[in-house]
């Protein structure tokens, strides 16, 4: 059969550029993580002097920072391609710019931390210090992002220009916002790498500011996890639609959801930092009040998605609540493992306002409960999201099929991967509230009876290790053969439409310096004070100045 894409073949290839790295990254990530739960649980003993905290490092840098980069950047782009026609040459020459420093600064990185010349976690912030290259490394795989990021902004103004009047593609949108959202917030990460931790690497000062540093990152670590979340929400809102047969339950409501969780993603990294001393609890406080509010556009996600459920379940005559549950796509893993992501979210955003509430934290922060909430959230929401969105992107952009044959092994991996993860995150939950610590080698506490107790947990956690390095190993089998051995044939690329009962969307939407300017304004509200708090009150021997 004949070979057709779903791209224009220029846009394809650079997508699936994006792809070979995403999934060599999940080899070598999730390959580590193994070796993580192995090496905590006792069963192995690292060999040839290689540390626990090297191979956390490399496990958290290559699936946190790696992986997702390159998989959400090649799915934003190849869904603005889909819906705005395709890049021109110019934008596609930057976009390849982009790309390769992003593949340079990976490199760099990742071959510090096999030096063991980095093992400074995923977070790398002071006082634990790495080799320059390794901070230099993170840099271009940022601002690689920002290029393709702004080639995204021009595509978005050119198919404005060429379609007076139109609606803008409701995925082009999405992608725009989330790319706002991660250049504002990655000023933060390139500030202290920039100004504190390079020039410290260096020798040219001695020391750096720590509370600072750790504040500019987590000004943008947590727009960071929404940078994993929200390209697998423009899979919920504007894909899986399409592939239960249904339609998008409202443009407007995705849109402002998007709006908010721009707004709100921001201003509140206090909530990673509410047992730190030095900030004033005032910002605490009104920081964790902003963190409640960035539930809101998750909750008015989950309704839209029950919206777009239970119409499409009524249409093919479900009746009752949850009837719509007996009518949806079971065995087309396109839909299923999305959908099991979905699921696990409410759980995982539950553990997300424990984690946010002050008084809840001191209980759980720095034990291994954060380690199972993330694995709830980004591994098993996100990523199985991923996994659905590349079993139809991947087939769709080589011009092959997605085979019922694969799709029954799509199954059976996205079972094996949700089992695993589960029984690893509900044990790491368990162990965190028996005070099991975050980040500990097995060496550490070894030995120890007030530790006797984390046994069975680490042990769980080991069992689900190794059920996820098979599913691992499965999804990396699925992508080559989707790759380079399925059927030539055409996959359609799913974009759903609206549902003709949708009010239509106020232009108000694409005001985008409205949007930045409330975004600035929130940003500015919830930081400057704490901030020239924590410069003018430097502790002695921190390099520092005072504003005034
Ligand atoms: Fe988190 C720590 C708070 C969401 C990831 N989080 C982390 C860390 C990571 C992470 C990586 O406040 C560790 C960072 C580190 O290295 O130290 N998190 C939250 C809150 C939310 C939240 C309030 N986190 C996420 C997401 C992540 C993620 C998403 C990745 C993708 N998190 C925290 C806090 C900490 C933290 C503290 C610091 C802890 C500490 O002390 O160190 C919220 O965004 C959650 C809102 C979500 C919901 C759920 C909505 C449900 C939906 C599904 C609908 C389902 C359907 C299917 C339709 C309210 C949308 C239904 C079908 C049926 C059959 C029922």
Request: aromatic content about 14%; glycine content about 10%; hydrophobic content about 55%.
């Amino acid at each position: 059969m004949k070979s057709i894409k779903s791209l224009p073949n220029k846009d394809s290839r650079f997508v699936m550029a994006h792809m070979y790295v995403a999934f060599a990254a999940l080899f070598v990530g999730a390959s580590m993580g193994l070796l993580q739960t192995l090496e905590r649980s006792g069963t192995v003993s690292l060999p040839a002097g290689v540390g626990y905290y090297q191979i956390l490092t490399l496990h958290g840098v290559i699936l946190a920072l790696v992986l997702t980069t390159f998989f959400i950047m090649g799915f934003m782009m190849s869904a603005q391609s889909k819906t705005t026609g395709g890049y021109s040459k110019g934008e596609l020459t930057a976009a390849w710019i982009g790309f390769w420093l992003m593949v340079i600064g990976t490199v760099s990185a990742a071959a510090m931390i096999l030096l063991n010349e980095a093992s400074v976690l995923y977070t790398f912030y002071a006082p634990l210090q790495a080799h320059v290259l390794f901070y230099f490394g993170l840099a271009l795989l940022i601002v690689g992002s920002w290029i393709e990021g702004f080639v995204m902004f021009h595509r978005h103004r050119q198919f404005k220009k060429e379609h007076p009047g139109e609606k803008t593609p409701l995925l082009s949108f999405m992608g725009v916002v989330t790319m706002i959202m991660w250049i504002i917030s990655s000023i933060g990460v390139a500030s202290t790498v920039i100004f504190q931790l390079i020039p410290w690497s260096l020798g040219m000062v001695d020391s750096v500011n720590v509370l600072l540093s750790r504040t500019l990152f987590w000004y943008f670590g947590h727009p960071l996890v929404y940078f994993w979340l929200l390209p697998a929400y423009m899979a919920w809102y504007a894909i899986i639609p399409k592939i239960v047969g249904g339609k998008i339950f409202s443009d407007s409501l995705a849109r402002l959801s998007f709006i908010l969780l721009l707004f709100f993603s921001i201003p509140v990294g206090f909530h990673h930092q509410l047992t730190e001393p030095g900030i004033d609890p005032f910002w605490k406080y009104i920081q964790v009040v902003l963190t409640m509010v960035v539930v809101i556009p998750s909750l008015m996600t989950a309704f839209s998605l029950f919206a777009t459920f239970e119409i499409r379940g009524r249409e093919l005559g479900a009746k009752g609540l949850f009837g719509w549950l007996k009518k949806m796509p079971w065995k087309d893993a396109r839909f299923l493992a999305p959908f099991i992501g979905m699921v696990f979210f409410i759980p995982g955003g539950a553990g997300g306002i424990i984690n946010a509430s002050n008084q809840m934290n001191q209980v759980v922060h720095n034990t291994i409960w954060v380690t199972g909430h993330f694995h709830m959230t980004v591994a098993i929401t996100v990523i199985l999201t991923f996994f659905g969105v590349a079993f139809w992107l991947i087939p769709s952009i080589t011009g092959r099929t997605y085979t019922k044959g694969i799709n029954k092994l799509a199954i059976t991996q996205t079972i094996l991967w949700t089992v695993g993860m589960t029984v690893m995150s509900v044990a790491m939950h368990w162990q965190g509230l028996i005070g099991g610590p975050r980040r500990s080698a097995f060496s550490e506490y070894a030995g120890n009876s007030d530790t006797a107790a984390w046994g069975p947990y680490q042990m769980a956690q080991a069992i689900g290790g190794s059920i996820l390095f098979i599913a691992m190993i499965i999804m990396i089998g699925i992508f080559i053969y989707l790759a380079f051995f399925a059927p030539k044939g055409e996959e359609p690329y799913p974009v759903a439409e609206v549902a003709d009962s949708a009010a239509s969307t106020p232009k108000i939407f694409e005001n985008w310096g409205l949007w930045v300017g409330v975004t600035l304004a929130l940003i500015l509200f919830a930081y400057t004070i704490p901030l020239i708090d924590i410069i003018n009150s430097a502790p002695p021997g921190a390099p520092g100045f005072k504003l005034w």
